[in-house]
């Protein structure tokens, strides 16, 4: 299970909307407890590709929020980001491009009125919708 | 001698290079992170003659990205 903040999600939710339709991401850090996940804190990062179609984390806002998490006590938990006119699950390019299997992967989903976050664990090809609590 | 790897400290042999370090660290597809060194982002072809010193601070990051 990972739960988020109420907070966090309109974060995140409003920094997506900004961002339409250029896709928008950031990461995700918090504690561990046990095999739960709880979000602390939400990263807002830049979209180094500026695409509608595809993202890539700016490296030095990357290293950057890293450095903020270890400031803080906070593990890094994974990363966000939005599909502006796509569904929330992961794409092809997406799990061929998760790499860190521990990670959790939320894809925020605009297409619809009602916006639809979901979180995933991606392991090689397999993609596993994982429980989310916003709270 | 003793550096800093993603947060911790950790004593490694004197003169070790970045792609050693990669090596010992078993970084998991290292192809796709790239290395820092006291903020310097390290380029792929210089993790070979890179050279860690004491209390160097180093961190491996993760290629994110993806597409719908």
Redesign the interface.
């Known amino acids: 299970m990972i739960t988020l903040k109420k907070a966090d999600f309109d974060k995140i939710l409003a920094h997506a909307q900004s961002e339409a339709p250029i896709?928008a991401?950031g990461?995700i850090a918090g504690e561990l407890d046990g095999e739960d996940k709880i979000v602390k804190k939400v990263y807002i990062l830049t979209n180094v590709?500026h695409?509608e179609?595809?993202?890539?984390?700016d490296?030095?806002e990357?290293?950057a929020a890293?450095k903020d998490m270890?400031a803080n006590g906070l593990t890094p938990l994974g990363?966000w980001?939005s599909?502006?006119?796509?569904p929330s699950r992961?794409?092809e390019?997406?799990k061929r491009?998760?790499?860190?299997s521990s990670a959790s992967?939320m894809i925020l989903s605009l297409m619809d009125d009602v916006p639809v976050l979901n979180s995933f664990h991606i392991e090689g090809d397999k993609a596993e919708k994982e429980q989310l609590v916003i709270e | 001698m003793i550096i800093t790897v993603a947060g911790v400290k950790k004593e490694v042999k004197d003169g070790i290079t970045v792609a050693q370090l990669v090596i010992d660290e078993n970084v998991e597809t290292p192809q796709y992170v790239t290395v820092t060194v006291n903020d310097d982002f390290v380029e792929n072809s210089q993790l070979e003659s890179t050279v860690l010193h004491e209390g160097d601070t180093v961190e491996f990051l993760y290629f994110m990205g993806g597409g719908q």
Do not use: M
Request: proline content about 10%; some cysteine; charged content about 25%.
């Open positions: 896709e991401c990461l590709d695409a179609e595809h993202f890539t984390l490296p030095k990357q290293l890293i270890r990363n980001h599909h502006p006119v796509s992961p794409s390019e997406d491009l998760a790499y860190d992967y």
